[in-house]
């Protein structure tokens, strides 16, 4: 609870004071306060349909409520916005899924940057810490310093990672892993790859392939593909979402450095054009800076 605390405090305080400072130069609520409401819920991401649609729902609200005072206003906001992502997605499954026989797979999409290869190793020493045997699969063979960066990740964590040269091919790296993990027994498999969207047609094909090396030696596999997403790119996150969304089968989004942004809006906007569940947020750079989505505690996390 405590990460959550601190890895969202600039999103809260950027959200948060903005909303205080609104709260604190509007005695009443009255149309100039949604106004500006609606522009802040903009500024932050949540998209321009969502911020007029929240804006409308809580002007709505505070009328059957009597809401007079903005501060009547603030739980308003909250419980609206859980709703709002509640039913964006209906009796949802929000957990990571695992094999119910052999190696579990977790395959990792996203682009460059976007904190992949950190997720991963941070998942890796979680997943370690509960006793589970993990294994790390280099997928990324596009760059050198993606190899390197899984490696020494392994290192860090105490966790085989099987990797090959620049320019491999990826299935074949996966290959050798599912092998590896099928023959002495892991648990986990964690599986980086190449986010390339520049080239959506190979990405696809690419993707595609990786997943059919995985599911022939492992039919239920893999169990999750998720993509990881950096929270600070705000609307161009939501983009990248969609184009992956388009290209292969998303179980889940991981929203990465939630804790550098004033953004977090991007969390509804995300939910509620792709239906995608929020699996995990990452708060930070350390290893447990990496936390389950609950979007009680965002939504509290922001307006607090
Ligand atoms: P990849 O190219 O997708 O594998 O991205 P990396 O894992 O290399 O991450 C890119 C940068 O973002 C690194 O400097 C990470 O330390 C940083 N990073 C990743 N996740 C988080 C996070 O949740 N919070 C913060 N503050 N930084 C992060």
Not at 237 to 247: C, D, I, P, V, Y
């Given at each position: 609870d405590d990460k959550y605390e601190e890895g969202l405090a600039k999103t809260r305080s950027s959200f948060g004071e903005r909303l205080n400072a609104l709260f604190a130069n509007f005695r009443t609520v009255d149309e100039?306060?949604?106004?500006?409401?609606?522009?802040?819920?903009?500024?932050?991401?949540?998209?321009?349909?969502?911020?007029?649609?929240?804006?409308?729902?809580?002007?709505?609200?505070?009328?059957?409520?009597?809401?007079?005072?903005?501060?009547?206003?603030?739980?308003?906001?909250?419980?609206?916005?859980?709703?709002?992502?509640?039913?964006?997605g209906v009796n949802e499954d929000n957990s990571l899924h695992e094999a119910t026989s052999g190696p579990t797979v977790y395959l990792f999409v996203g682009v460059n940057g976007a904190g992949k290869t950190t997720t991963i190793g941070k998942l890796a020493h979680q997943l370690e810490q509960t006793g589970k045997k993990v294994l790390l699969a280099a997928g990324d063979t596009f760059?050198?310093?993606?190899?390197?960066?899984?490696?020494?990740?392994?290192?860090?964590?105490?966790?085989?990672?099987?990797?090959?040269?620049?320019?491999?091919?990826?299935?074949?790296?996966?290959?050798?892993?599912?092998?590896?993990?099928?023959?002495?027994?892991?648990?986990?498999?964690l599986v980086d790859t190449a986010g390339r969207l520049q080239n959506k047609v190979n990405l696809m094909k690419e993707l595609d392939k990786i997943k059919r090396v995985i599911s022939r030696e492992l039919p239920e596999a893999p169990q999750e593909v998720l993509l990881v997403l950096d929270a600070t790119t705000g609307q161009n996150?939501?983009?990248?979402?969609?184009?992956?969304?388009?290209?292969t089968d998303i179980s889940g989004i991981v929203l990465t450095k939630l804790d550098g942004?004033?953004?977090?809006?991007?969390?509804?906007?995300?939910?509620?054009?792709?239906?995608?569940?929020?699996?995990?947020?990452?708060?930070?750079?350390?290893m447990d800076d990496l936390q389950p989505f609950v979007p009680e505690k965002f939504a509290y996390g922001l307006f607090q």
């Open positions: 100039n306060f949604f106004d500006d409401l609606e522009e802040m819920l903009i500024e932050a991401d949540v998209g321009y349909d969502m911020a007029v649609k929240l804006s409308d729902e809580l002007r709505e609200e505070a009328k059957l409520k009597n809401a007079k005072s903005s501060q009547d206003l603030a739980q308003v906001i909250v419980t609206k916005l859980v709703e709002l992502y509640a039913a964006a760059r050198a310093g993606a190899i390197e960066q899984l490696q020494e990740w392994g290192k860090r964590d105490g966790v085989p990672v099987v990797a090959s040269a620049v320019g491999a091919d990826p299935a074949a790296v996966v290959f050798d892993a599912v092998k590896k993990a099928k023959a002495e027994a892991f648990d986990i498999l996150a939501l983009s990248q979402a969609k184009q992956f969304n388009e290209t942004s004033g953004k977090g809006g991007i969390v509804l906007a995300i939910r509620n054009e792709l239906h995608v569940p929020v699996k995990l947020v990452g708060l930070g750079e350390g």
